[in-house]
């Protein structure tokens, strides 16, 4: 069985920084891209980043581009999210996905987190 485990949320004033962690375990051989998403209350989940395996990154949104950066080190199974210049609408749960992974019982498809809070009040 994969598991990703995300850790690094809380509570930041405006204009704080976060680095969220998120990392998989498992007889895990490869992964292939993994991203982070986040939903606000009463609104649907949405991508926030996306990286591949060998480094290839996309933002989802205008809003979070030049704040956030995405990155993983794949000798750890681990991404990660910078993210500076915290606003209150940055606030939601923040999950972990992994599209493919390989592990020793076979590929496993989209896996996800259980989530971690990110709240941005003063």
């Known amino acids: 069985q994969v598991y990703l485990k995300e850790s690094g949320g809380g509570l930041v004033q405006p204009g704080g920084s976060l680095r969220l962690s998120c990392a998989a375990s498992?007889?895990?051989?490869?992964?292939?891209?993994m991203g982070w998403y986040r939903q606000a209350p009463g609104k649907q989940r949405e991508l926030v980043a996306r990286i591949t395996s060998g480094g290839s990154t996309n933002y989802a949104d205008y809003s979070v581009k030049g704040r956030f950066t995405i990155s993983r080190d794949n000798a750890k199974n681990t991404v990660y999210l910078q993210m500076n210049r915290l606003k209150p609408e940055d606030t939601a749960v923040y999950y972990c996905n992994a599209d493919r992974v390989l592990s020793g019982l076979g590929w496993s498809n989209d896996i996800w987190g259980q989530g971690t809070q990110v709240t941005v009040s003063s």
């Open positions: 498992g007889s895990i051989f490869s992964i292939n891209a």
